[in-house]
Nanobody
Framework: QVQLVESGGGLVQVGASLRLACAAS????????MGWFRQAPGKEREFVATIAWNGGSTYYADSVKGRFTISRDNAKNMLYLRMNSLKPEDTAVYYC????????????????WGQGTQVTVSS
């Protein structure tokens, strides 16, 4: 069993930066890829970014491409999301997730989820 715990969220102003972290513990070798998703109030959960656990290939949602960077530290079992040039529309609860499949924007392919961390971007 794997547990994921996110941290690093907070309240920031437009244009600021944040780095989210996700600590994985347990059978992390069961993951082929990990991803970040987010859910704003009244909206469905949406894909943000994914990274292969080995090799490091990445894929981003168009809405964050060029502003967000996903990375991982295999030795520490950590996943990160660096968020630059934050906008009010980035306000959401951010979740990290793991999948035994290749990185995908499909949330239903991820079988392990963290509890989420709130990011609020104020204008």
């Amino acid at each position: 069993q794997v547990q994921l715990v996110e941290s690093g969220g907070g309240l920031v102003q437009v244009g600021a930066s944040l780095r989210l972290a996700c600590a994985a513990s347990g059978r992390t070798f069961s993951f082929n890829a990990m991803g970040w998703f987010r859910q704003a109030p009244g909206k469905e959960r949406e894909f943000v970014a994914t990274i292969a656990w080995n090799g490091g290939s990445t894929y981003y949602a168009d809405s964050v491409k060029g502003r967000f960077t996903i990375s991982r530290d295999n030795a520490k079992n950590m996943l990160y999301l660096r968020m630059n040039s934050l906008k009010p529309e980035d306000t959401a609860v951010y979740y990290c997730a793991g999948t035994p499949y290749s990185g995908s924007p499909r949330a239903d392919l991820y079988d392990t989820w963290g509890q989420g961390t709130q990011v609020t971007v104020s204008s």
